[in-house]
């Protein structure tokens, strides 16, 4: 597998915190690389490191075959870290006119392009110091994507986007690495985007990856068969440990090759079923299962 | 890559309007309208002030715009255009931290680069500001010649010329060397107002210098003074170059050590700034 980003036994602390804790990962170069993780998880501290914001305390990595802060693979890559801020006395085309300059190698043409693309046509003569967060991200975006990247970085790109915004981004996304051949990562809090963008996933908590790979398999370990049964209770009992209440129906965490024995069970058992199918479970439930954030949140409801 | 460097650094502060007016425009604007004013107010007071002020002002022969030009190259590198160019030299130093603008631009270039670029849009910031000083001292001497009725010429020997363009450098390169500090305070603690105060403070404290030391045996014939304090470094230079009484009673190896005092402060705020950087996180811009 050919990779675009190698990371090996990273290590960042800020006095006795560990942002960063012998993190290992590598990033296959081509779709969308979503990385998840809770607030404080290393993931912005992961990406400053990438690209040579920060200087990690130990460990090393290579980006697009260079290491970290060689110019040249530096030059390949895009990047949005956090909403972007941008000299407030600028105007949109003049953030692009003056990052192009520090790049080389944009025309004009470009950036009227890429202006239009994320919708900041009409803004692109006004200040930067009047745009909202959104508007902020889509600049953010153009900038980080007009220079034609090999791979680009975008943390949390649909923050402060209403709704038909984020669409657009979500398109631009999967356009991006489907048409223009990009690596895209991503990191977001919106578990359903990335579930619908993203091919390979990494779950990061407390500066370590916890779980990694496509997002069909992983999601694909969680599917369960849901069940409109009567009588529910009856159902349950004989499904055991195994069966939870879901509204009006039956939920079994079996897997596919004993759900036939399941099912026959039940009908011995004297269960009418009316619906049987499958249920995937969604990144959602990956994330607070390998996070543990859904037992932090019993733990406080119990406190 | 530098040239990259340094082409969006002048286009960023080619944007900058507020940073560019009192950086470059606001003292010679302020120089030609309280030079009008006060011709004006000695015009009009012609009979009072007879005596009190300099004849050379209202009376004399014709108004020399070339010694002019040599007169205002000597003294551009004075207190009040230091610290109104340092304005703009702090904004361009320290903007990337204001604005957390380098997590834009770090990854497109080298920090050497990006450093390098930022002093050398500061040196030409200098320029124009040395350009608008010398442009307003020409139109005030223009004002002064109308209010008084003098007639203007313009002379400028090859001696004159080499004195102006080596005033000019002295000059020049005394900005820059202020400007200096505010970089390296932009960078050692990120913020705009170090960036501004530093040289302000450090400065005033060279000024004060010589009177601390000379009471403890240190003259200004030794090394020690014209290195540790780049104002005087630039004295001597300018005294060397403008010949006359003061020339006379320079100490000896005067060039060498103006020179290198200058020099000095220009290279290792630079090289300490370039080197603190290099290392710097960049988490909190």
């Known amino acids: ?303 | 890559m530098l040239a990259d460097a340094i082409r969006s650094e002048t286009y960023r502060l080619s944007k900058n309007r507020t940073a560019l007016f009192w950086s470059v425009l606001f003292i010679p604007i302020m120089g030609v309208l309280l030079a009008t004013l006060g011709f004006v107010v000695a015009k009009a007071n012609e009979a009072k002030l007879a005596g009190k002020l300099p004849p050379e002002l209202m009376k004399g022969g014709p108004l020399d715009l070339g010694l002019t030009l040599v007169k205002s190259a000597g003294d551009f590198a004075n207190p009040a255009i230091l610290m109104f160019v340092l304005i703009g030299a702090a904004t361009i130093y320290a903007g990337d931290y204001r604005w957390e603008t380098w997590r834009l631009i770090s990854a497109r270039n080298t920090r050497p680069n990006l450093l390098i670029g930022k002093v050398a849009v500061v040196a030409l910031v200098i320029v124009l500001a040395t350009f608008a000083a010398l442009i307003s001292d020409v139109i005030a001497s223009l004002i002064q010649a109308a209010v008084f009725g003098r007639p203007i010429t313009f002379s400028m020997t090859g001696a004159a010329a080499t004195d102006f363009g080596l005033l000019t450098l002295t000059s020049w390169a005394r900005i820059l060397q202020f400007t200096m500090l505010g970089l390296l305070g932009a960078v050692v603690t990120r913020s705009l107002l170090a960036a501004l105060f530093a040289p302000l403070v450090i400065g005033v404290a060279q000024f004060f210098l010589p009177q601390l030391l000379m009471p403890m045996g240190v003259t200004t014939d030794g090394w020690l003074l014209p290195l540790l304090s780049p104002g005087l470094a630039t004295d001597l230079l300018k005294a060397v170059i403008q010949g006359g009484m003061a020339a006379t009673e320079l100490p000896d190896h005067a060039v060498a050590k103006g020179v290198i005092g200058l020099a000095l402060w220009i290279v290792v705020p630079f090289a300490a700034a370039v080197a603190w950087f290099n290392r710097q996180d960049l988490s909190k811009e």
Not at chain 1, 113 to 122: A, H, K, S, Y
């Open chain 1, 1 to 303: 597998m050919e990779t675009v980003i190698d990371i090996r036994g990273l290590t960042k602390t800020y006095g006795t915190v560990r942002a960063l804790d012998g993190l290992t990962l590598s990033i296959p170069r081509g779709g969308v690389y979503g990385v998840l993780g809770p607030n404080g998880a290393g993931k912005s501290t992961l990406f400053r490191t990438l690209l040579g914001l920060i200087r990690p305390t130990e460990g090393e990595a290579t980006v697009m075959g260079g290491r970290i802060g060689d110019p040249t693979s530096m030059r390949r890559m895009g990047s949005m870290i956090e909403t972007p801020r941008f000299p407030p006395f600028m105007t949109a085309r003049q953030v692009l006119e003056w990052l192009a300059r520090a790049h080389g190698g944009v025309t004009s043409a470009e950036i009227d392009n890429w202006l239009q693309r994320v919708g900041l046509t009409e803004a692109a003569n006004r200040r930067v110091k009047g745009f909202s967060v959104g508007m902020l991200q889509r600049l953010g975006v153009a900038a980080a994507l007009m220079t034609k990247p090999d791979l680009v970085i975008l943390d949390e790109p649909t923050s402060g986007m209403d709704p038909p915004g984020i669409q657009e981004m979500r398109a631009l996304i999967r356009s991006l690495a489907d048409h223009d051949g990009v690596t895209v990562i991503l990191a977001s809090h919106q578990l359903q985007e990335v579930q619908r963008v993203c091919d390979r996933v990494a779950i990061f908590n407390k500066g370590k990856v916890i779980t990694e790979g496509r997002v069909s398999d992983l999601t694909a370990s969680g599917e369960r068969l849901r069940l409109s049964v009567t009588p529910l209770a009856k159902a349950l009992s004989l499904l055991g440990e195994r069966a939870t209440l879901d509204g009006d129906a039956v939920v079994a965490a079996v897997p596919r090759a004993e759900a036939a024995a399941a099912i026959k069970a039940l009908v011995e058992g004297g269960v009418d079923i009316e619906e049987a199918r499958w249920i995937g479970a969604d990144l959602e439930d990956v994330f607070m299962s390998e996070t543990g954030w859904t037992g932090v949140q019993e733990q406080n409801r119990a406190g």
